[in-house]
């Protein structure tokens, strides 16, 4: 974040604790009330964990520890983080947690009754990347039920025209040698002419921002369309597109090698303008590492750490809550196109999927 642009939101900050303290302050007519005096001399020491001269910006942790002094003060008020602290002591710990090097805005003000005085200072954050959750699928048969779910059936085509009917069975979702693998068949099933699996997290995991990455070898055949993506967990109150979509891993077998990351929201769904394409050779014989990286700012696409879209974000978008993870392959559909006639079976094999602050 640009420095002008800390310096004005620290500015704003400042003039609401003022007009919040000037809105609770006012004269009760209950006779004359007792001289307060004010509190002056406002110091604030921040110091980084573990900084050093290798480490300018900490150890990883992303924990800083505020010293506060002022004369004449029974209390605090710090500002950090875009979040507002109350606190009695002039002793302060925080811990940072979005990954990487940024520089953070920190407004303190130092009261006494309803008088403060206030000053503002930032610092300079190095948050090391922590998994917050993953699935290795390193134990041989069915998917953890702790960790995922299933949507089933045909779902009407899933909004999509899509063509198969999705299963928890093992012929088409099953963990060996050290990966999942989801597989498409043609089949006659329940009224459908293929069978697949679309697994899921929402009402097991969740998340607000980080990386969500997936490393993957890609099916083979015209009309599959594999892919890893993400859904807001305010679907069932916010339908789509209003709960918001991230497709971090979209391909199709009838266009193979090509990889589609895009976003969907109100007003620009379906044929979202919200897209961009990248290479991925050789993506159905070799794994590959698919990831988006998502902020308030921004979210960046990847392959192989490869970036090649990023999305300015902004808090008008859907994409400021929690999101929950799905891995499924789909048969057909607007997206997938005409089935191959001589398409008999093919496998999305995932290496592991994991979840970074």
Same mark, same amino acid.
């Given at each position: 974040m640009k420095l002008n642009t800390l310096i004005k939101k620290a500015s704003f900050l400042i003039a609401l604790l003022f007009v919040c303290q000037s809105c609770s302050s006012g004269n009760d007519g209950g006779?004359? #009330?007792?001289?307060?005096?004010?509190? &002056?001399?406002l110091s604030v020491q921040v110091d980084v964990v573990g900084k050093t001269a290798e480490k300018p910006n900490g150890d990883g942790s992303g924990k800083v520890k505020l010293t506060i002094s002022a004369s004449n003060a029974t209390s605090y008020k710090v500002v950090i983080d875009s979040q507002l602290k109350e606190i009695s002591t002039g002793d302060f710990t925080y811990e940072f947690t979005a990954s990487g090097t940024k520089t953070y805005p920190i407004i303190v003000s130092a009261y006494n009754g309803s008088q403060f005085v206030s000053t503002t200072t930032s610092v300079n954050v190095f948050v090391a990347r922590k998994i917050l959750w993953a699935d290795e699928f390193d134990v041989d048969g069915a998917p953890n039920s702790a960790k995922w779910g299933y949507n089933t059936g045909t779902g009407d085509g899933w909004?999509?025209?899509?063509?198969? +009917?999705?299963?928890?069975?093992? /012929?088409n979702v099953i963990i060996s040698n050290g990966t999942l693998k989801i597989k498409a068949i043609k089949e006659e099933y329940m009224g459908s002419h293929y069978t697949s699996t679309r697994m899921l997290t929402k009402g097991k995991f969740s998340f607000k921002y980080g990386r969500a990455e997936v490393r993957a070898k890609l099916p083979v055949g015209g009309g599959t369309w594999p892919a890893f993506w993400m859904l807001?967990?305010?679907?069932?109150? #916010?339908?789509?597109?209003?709960?918001? /979509?991230?497709?971090?891993? /979209?391909?199709?077998?009838?266009?193979?090698?090509?990889?589609? &990351? &895009?976003?969907?929201?109100?007003?620009? &769904?379906?044929?979202?303008?919200?897209? #961009?394409?990248t290479t991925v050779p050789n993506s159905a014989?070799?794994?590959?590492?698919?990831?988006?990286?998502?902020?308030?700012?921004?979210?960046?696409?990847?392959?192989?750490?490869?970036?090649? +879209?990023?999305?300015?974000?902004?808090?008008?978008t859907p994409?400021?809550?929690?999101?929950?993870?799905?891995?499924n392959l789909a048969m057909g559909g607007n997206f997938g196109g005409?089935?191959?006639?001589?398409?008999?079976? #093919?496998?999305?094999?995932?290496? +592991?999927?994991r979840v970074y602050n």
């Open positions: 006779g004359d #009330a007792p001289v307060v005096t004010g509190p &002056s001399n909004g999509n025209n899509e063509l198969e +009917y999705y299963t928890t069975r093992p /012929e807001g967990d305010n679907i069932d109150t #916010a339908p789509w597109p209003a709960c918001g /979509e991230v497709d971090i891993l /979209e391909s199709v077998g009838n266009n193979p090698n090509v990889n589609h &990351s &895009s976003l969907h929201s109100p007003g620009r &769904s379906g044929n979202t303008p919200d897209t #961009a394409t014989t070799e794994f590959h590492v698919y990831a988006a990286e998502w902020s308030a700012e921004s979210i960046k696409f990847y392959v192989d750490d490869n970036l090649f +879209y990023t999305y300015a974000n902004s808090s008008s994409f400021n809550a929690n999101f929950f993870l799905i891995l005409k089935v191959d006639p001589n398409f008999t079976s #093919a496998t999305f094999e995932v290496d +592991y999927v």
